[in-house]
């Protein structure tokens, strides 16, 4: 991570795309602070060098230019002199320095900017984002104090905006980053973005306060007000704790977790048959929604919301729990309303050691599949109400967790993966491994599931007592898997196996469970 010097700079970028049409601009939360955060939720931090971005997985073409004296150096922070920029950036780091303003132009669109930048004022000063679109018209702003630079906090702070709804309408905009009322040199030594359009379902405009890309982690053990979710950054940083409001300490623990269109966040109260619901800015609104331990499911583990209506009209809640042998539960799988009434429920053959449906996803809008901590994947067909052939009985572990459904990407517009990925693919936690299956073969088979799906990749991870969740990144090229006994989550590229970020949640331990806001699977 690097250290940031203050900064008085603007920052251009004008994304090549259709023209604008109503798209809503919005400050995601502040991020402050000297070397704390950085800006990869929005995409992975590039290097400033005049021509392109070269640490994306494919150079980002940006023409740089600027504004005012000095014009733009690229220098190294510590070196002093010509060449040399003073600031509070770690020794070393390539930056690009002096101009008062900078420019940049993106031959591909951006959705989504954040930059890390060091006013030289030393008495402090209000830094300013702006989002323009080809007219030079302003869209919107984002401001972010910072004080005076000396290694001192929130003197090296990153900032961003985004067009949140600029899948749907995708724009030709202009991001200056200033310094509002004084024309000082700056620096800047990293700039994050998400291409456009971005490269998986993008957060829904109405669910601003959640950031693209951060991760929510579930926690068996809660706290004395109700359960414990965690919302952290993509690199460990924390961000807020959500609590459900339901049971206390060790019979409070949460599981599933799932976002609906309109951004409010659902979480499965594993030990008291419950699903609360939080709002799109994070505040509790109902601690106990649906009840599924009154419905057949004493012990709610994963939770699936489908619905495209901003209104909620269409919106079904998915819940899936174990069996586990109790004579008042069911092998099921539960459908509520936006309300949390029961709408059906659907009866299906239990699986693994659990007897259940402990983790579900859809892997085709009317194909669920599910585990039940065994060696299997089953799937059951909603729209004809068939129980159809497993995917898959023979995973290598003796426990299947948290499984999840993943699309590739095909437009040029996004950073693909380095492999080719089926579509769909299927990612399931599996004890000591996370696992990468093919479903191709049992979808095209005739009749469908007449041949199994295929295990195609294995990841091995750092020793770890059981692989228990695991989530899909909305960048299409990582997951996040993470450890039941120490709540150690990992980033792992999906094509090459390798670690990305690694970090650690201590008071989420035992990890129940693990979902990204904008991932795929967070919202259908």
């Not at 460990?236 to 206390?248: M, W, Y």
């Not at 969740?469 to 120490?486: K, M, N, R, S």
Request: with cysteine; glycine share 12%.
């Amino acid at each position: 991570m690097k250290q940031t010097p203050l900064l008085i700079a603007a920052l251009v970028l004008v994304a090549l795309s259709t023209a604008l049409a109503q798209n809503t601009i919005v400050c995601p939360n502040t991020r402050t602070g000297n070397d704390t955060v950085d800006w990869s939720q929005l995409g992975p931090p590039g290097t400033l060098i005049p021509g392109n971005l070269t640490a994306y997985a494919s150079p980002v073409p940006v023409t740089v230019s600027g504004s005012g004296s000095g014009g733009i150096q690229v220098l190294q922070e510590g070196l002093g002199g010509a060449g040399g920029f003073l600031g509070d950036f770690a020794i070393g780091d390539n930056l690009l320095g002096i101009t008062p303003r900078y420019f940049l132009q993106f031959s591909i669109g951006i959705s989504q900017v954040g930059a890390q930048v060091d006013p030289r004022y030393p008495l402090g000063a209000h830094v300013a984002i702006l989002a323009y679109d080809q007219n030079n018209n302003q869209l919107g702003s984002c401001t972010l104090k910072v004080v005076n630079e000396g290694l001192q906090n929130d003197s090296a702070p990153y900032i961003g905006i985004a067009e949140v709804d600029s899948y749907n309408n995708p724009v030709t905009g202009i991001y200056s980053i200033r310094v509002d009322g004084f024309d000082m040199p700056l620096a800047i030594n990293e700039l994050s973005l998400t291409t456009n359009p971005p490269c998986s379902p993008p957060p829904n405009t109405q669910a601003a306060s959640y950031l693209y890309g951060d991760v929510f982690g579930s926690s068996l053990n809660g706290l004395s007000g109700g359960g414990l979710v965690e919302e952290h950054m993509p690199n460990g940083t924390l961000v807020r704790s959500l609590i459900d409001g339901s049971g206390s300490g060790n019979s409070a623990g949460t599981t599933g977790t799932a976002f609906d269109v309109a951004g409010n966040f659902y979480v499965t109260n594993f030990q008291n048959g419950t699903v609360s619901q939080f709002d799109k800015t994070g505040t509790l609104i109902n601690a106990a929604l649906m009840t599924p331990g009154n419905d057949g499911l004493l012990f709610p583990e994963s939770i699936r919301a489908v619905g495209t209506q901003a209104n909620l009209s269409d919106l079904q809640l998915y819940v899936g729990g174990p069996n586990d042998g109790y004579p008042q539960n069911c092998s099921c799988i539960l459908v509520y309303n936006s309300a949390g009434i029961l709408q059906k429920t659907i009866n299906v053959a239990g699986a693994g050691t659990t007897n259940g449906t402990d983790w579900i996803d859809f892997l085709t809008p009317n194909i669920l599949i599910y585990t039940g901590q065994g060696t299997e994947i089953k799937a059951y067909d909603i729209t004809t109400n068939t129980q159809l052939p497993d995917l898959i009985n023979n995973l290598p572990a003796v426990a299947d967790y948290q499984v999840r459904v993943g699309h590739p990407f095909s437009s040029s517009s996004c950073v693909v993966p380095s492999c080719t990925l089926p579509d769909p693919y299927i990612l399931a936690a599996d004890t000591g491994q996370a696992l990468l299956v093919d479903p191709t073969p049992w979808l095209s088979a005739n009749p469908i599931g007449s041949v199994p799906a295929v295990l195609t990749t294995t990841y091995s991870l750092p020793p770890l007592a059981e692989d228990f969740a695991l989530a899909i990144d909305p960048d299409g090229i990582h997951f996040w898997t993470g450890d039941l006994g120490t709540a150690t989550v990992w980033q792992i590229n999906t094509c090459t196996g390798q670690v990305g970020y690694q970090w650690n949640a201590t008071r989420l331990v035992p990890l129940g469970g693990l979902t990204v806001w904008g991932g795929l699977g967070s919202v259908w």
